[in-house]
Every structure is written in C-alpha cells, then in structure tokens.
C-alpha cells in the first residue's frame, strides 16, 4: 500500500453531517470552484454548473425537501448540475439547431462531468482539512426541488454537497473486500451471498459500536431490506423530470 | 487561493494519452483499489465494480472498438462499471424479489458510485506521479463492447481509464471562466455568446501552440461543430443497452 497525503486522506474518508456553524471563506470557495473547473471532461463539453445557495429560506426549502436536518444548516450547500443548456445556447445563439443535445449519451456525458467534478471538489474539501456530506436526497421529490432551484432546460441536479468545518469524529465505514468489486480480466459472475458472512460480521460491529440504540444491521441485510424494496415514492419521477427538461429525448 | 499538495495536482490535471511501456505494479494497483473502495456511496449500496483488463487481444478489441490507439497499449487498462447485478443477487439468493433495481434512479445511484470512484482513483493516480486518460469511446459502440466485456445483467460500463507512467507533457488545457460555471444563488439563465469572445481567443492561441498542424478552434467552434452535430451513430443504442442489461426498466 503507497502512502502519501491524498491516498491517506481518501482512505479515511467518511462522511460528516455536524459542521461548525461558519460558512467557508472566499479563498476556500474560489478554491474549491477552480479545483471543480480542473476536472476532465468528456469532449471538452464541460457540461456541469455549481449553484451555491446561501439564502436561509431557500436553504430551510432544500432542507425540507431532502428531509435532512444537516442540509442547508451549518456549512455550505453546493448543488451540482448537469448543464447542456449552456451548449445549447451557443449552438442556438450562433444559428445552429439543438444537434444532439437532447440525448442519451450527450446527457451521461454531463452526468459524468458534474460527478467527477464533484468527487475532485470533494478531495479538495478534505485536503483542506474540511468535511462535506454527498446528498443523493436532493432527487427525492425531483418535480419539486426544480420548482425551487429555478433551473433552465436542459439542466439536471445531480447531487447535493454539504461542506464545512467538521463537528464530530465519526468512525469509519467498512467497505466490500476488493475481491467483490474488483476484478482481474474477467467480471465474476458468480458471485455467491454466503462468501458475505464475514463482511456481514464487520458490518454488524460498526452499527453496534456507532448507534447508541445498538442496531442490529448487516450489509445483506440492508440491501434486502427497505432501501431496495418496491415502492412507490417520488424518486419515480426522474424519467418525467429528464424529458421535462429536454433530456433523454431519444427515450421517446 | 489555497495550495496543497493534493489541490495543485489537480489544478494542474492534464489528460496523459501517452505511456511508458512499465504496468502498475502489485501495489500500486491494491492502492488504486483501496482507494476506490473508500470512495461515498449512494445509500451504502457500493454499487459499481472495476474491471481490470490485461489480455493482449482482449485490448486489442477494446481499442478497436474505443479507435483510440492508446486505449490498452502502454500502461494499464481499466472498466469502471456501474453494478447492480451484485445487489440483485445478494436478494435473489436470500429468497427476496429484485425490488427497485431496475429502476432509473437506482441506476443513476450506481452511475454516481461509479464516477465517483472513477475520479477518486484518478486523483490518486496524479498523487503518484502516474497520469491518465478517461475513456468516454468504450461506449462508442455500446452493445458490442458488451459483448466483448462479456458482463452480467444490471451492468453498465460508464467509463475506461488508461493509466501510466506518463511519456509526454502536454500543456493545460484552458477551462471556461468560473462566471460561467459557478453560480451563486442562483443560475443565470442570461446567457451571452458574445461573452465567451476572450475566452474563445484563449482556446484558439492554445490549439495553436500544441498542434503542429496548427489547427484554428475554438470552444464556440468545437460546440457549434461535429461533436453536437445531429447524426446516426452507435451511441444511439444506449437506451437499448441499458433496458438489455435490466436498467432503467421504469422507462418502458
């Protein structure tokens, strides 16, 4: 294992959802805006936008609408956007038509963009020695939080970031052993559940040792558990949401 | 301005499209892993997998498919892969049906997963003095580079990297304006082609300078050009991909 102070700071990696209540200086966010604008990008598109909201009341909305009492709260909140309106303009300004702004590839080309941006922010934000929360929550009720964020066509919130000053230690997550996720030439497909017991086990003792109320979980069983099940809950309207926006259009 | 080890690697990211003939070697590659594995993730779902490819011929087809030549030459060759076949079994195997696994926003929850991971390792590659090259081309020709991974249902190649010890230099490439990119509050719909003038100077004198050939772009250019221009190509398929693979089931 190579040690140096970005693979031990990726490496001790969680979340952190308490943040001091102090918003990030001017440098930290010109910092962290120029890191995002480094990232690779697919084409040389640069399909993303970052909407930085500071605004109490529109932060305690996102709040409600993520159901999240960290969101919006202490720290900055960050939303990253997948952006083909932009694009779309200059083609549309300079005479030409939409090309294939409107489809499928176009749009994981964006995706990948706004998340890879996102993960280099990330980075960054713990080089400093800050903490952020990725919130996937900000897709919950997807119809509702574009109402709120006021965007343009052709633009897509992917994921939410909560950035500041830690206010708690939390201990570290254990992950899936590398011989499940990582493969040597070919994919294994035979994957086999009992080979999980072991990590199971692991699993169990970090809930044990993190919650207070000592729940019992596992990680086969969260995966069979409520997370997964049939349900019929608003995140059911993203496909409704990316041709509201002029995405995906080839799904037609 | 803030400056640390890790943020002046990535401001100072660069694509590497050109390699030393030396593979990672064993420790390299559990440290990229390691790394990957400590990447967030969507719910705890852990949902993607990479794939690391070293058979001679079975690079040879990915090059051919991705008609990049550096695309599994020198360096080494990996598949990020957006992976729910994992989950999927984990429930099927302990008696439960698939739940929500073929619906989009679990899909879009593995393709976070994954980029996430993608540009977790790629910061860690540059921390080591490697470089590399995100492949968008492995979805170029989407069903048969599926074929040719030979993957199980609910995955979904996202992206390849090429990584290595780098064999050239190449110069920054300059990213659009933060004004552009970087909103506060909120998103600024007033959109001006005129506004990207200097920028666009910017992009010309570095095509200029880099190309022997010196070819005259520009960013408006490469936007209002072939890239977005409307066609009939492979990339169309990846809606049929994603409903063969059981993704994005939602959508039918």
Same mark, same amino acid.
């Given at each position: 294992?190579?040690?140096?102070?970005?693979?031990?700071?990726?490496?001790?990696?969680?979340?952190?959802? $308490?943040?001091?209540?102090?918003?990030? *200086?001017?440098?930290?966010?010109?910092?962290?805006?120029?890191?995002?604008?480094?990232?690779p990008t697919s084409m040389f598109m640069?399909n993303?936008?970052?909407?930085?909201?500071?605004?109490?009341?529109?932060?305690?909305?996102?709040?409600?609408?993520?159901?999240?009492?960290?969101?919006?709260?202490?720290?900055? #909140? +960050?939303? +990253?956007? $997948?952006?083909?309106?932009?694009?779309?303009?200059?083609?549309?300004? !300079?005479?030409?038509?939409?090309?294939?702004?409107?489809? *499928?590839?176009i749009?994981f080309q964006a995706?990948e963009d706004?998340?890879l $941006?996102?993960?280099?922010?990330?980075?960054?934000?713990?080089?400093?020695?800050?903490?952020?929360?990725?919130?996937?929550?900000?897709?919950?009720?997807?119809?509702?939080?574009?109402?709120?964020?006021?965007?343009?066509?052709?633009?897509?919130?992917?994921?939410?970031?909560?950035?500041?000053?830690?206010?708690?230690?939390?201990? !570290?997550?254990?992950?899936?052993?590398?011989? +499940?996720?990582?493969?040597?030439?070919?994919?294994?497909?035979?994957?086999?559940?009992?080979? #999980? $017991? =072991?990590? =199971?086990?692991?699993? *169990?003792?970090?809930?044990?040792?993190?919650?207070?109320?000592?729940?019992?979980?596992?990680?086969?069983?969260?995966? *069979?558990?409520?997370?997964?099940?049939?349900?019929?809950?608003?995140?059911?309207?993203?496909?409704?949401?990316?041709?509201?926006?002029?995405?995906? !259009?080839?799904?037609?």
């Open positions: 294992m190579i040690h140096n102070k970005t693979i031990d700071s990726q490496i001790n990696h969680r979340s952190i959802r $308490a943040f001091k209540d102090q918003p990030l *200086t001017k440098e930290q966010l010109e910092t962290l805006y120029t890191v995002a604008q480094h990232t640069q993303f936008s970052i909407l930085h909201i500071t605004n109490e009341a529109k932060r305690a909305k996102i709040r409600e609408l993520c159901n999240q009492q960290y969101v919006g709260a202490e720290g900055d #909140l +960050f939303i +990253f956007i $997948a952006d083909l309106y932009r694009n779309q303009q200059i083609r549309k300004q !300079l005479g030409k038509d939409d090309g294939r702004v409107h489809m *499928t590839d749009f995706m706004t998340i $941006a996102f993960q280099n922010v990330a980075n960054a934000v713990e080089s400093m020695g800050l903490g952020y929360v990725p919130l996937g929550t900000i897709n919950d009720h997807p119809l509702k939080m574009l109402e709120e964020l006021d965007l343009p066509e052709l633009t897509f919130p992917v994921l939410g970031m909560q950035v500041g000053i830690p206010n708690q230690e939390p201990q !570290l997550k254990p992950r899936l052993p590398l011989k +499940f996720t990582c493969f040597e030439e070919e994919y294994n497909k035979d994957f086999k559940v009992e080979d #999980l $017991a =072991d990590y =199971d086990k692991i699993v *169990t003792t970090y809930y044990d040792l993190r919650d207070s109320n000592r729940r019992i979980d596992s990680f086969t069983k969260q995966i *069979t558990g409520q997370k997964l099940d049939k349900a019929i809950i608003d995140r059911d309207q993203l496909p409704e949401e990316l041709h509201q926006q002029g995405l995906c !259009l080839d799904w037609k």
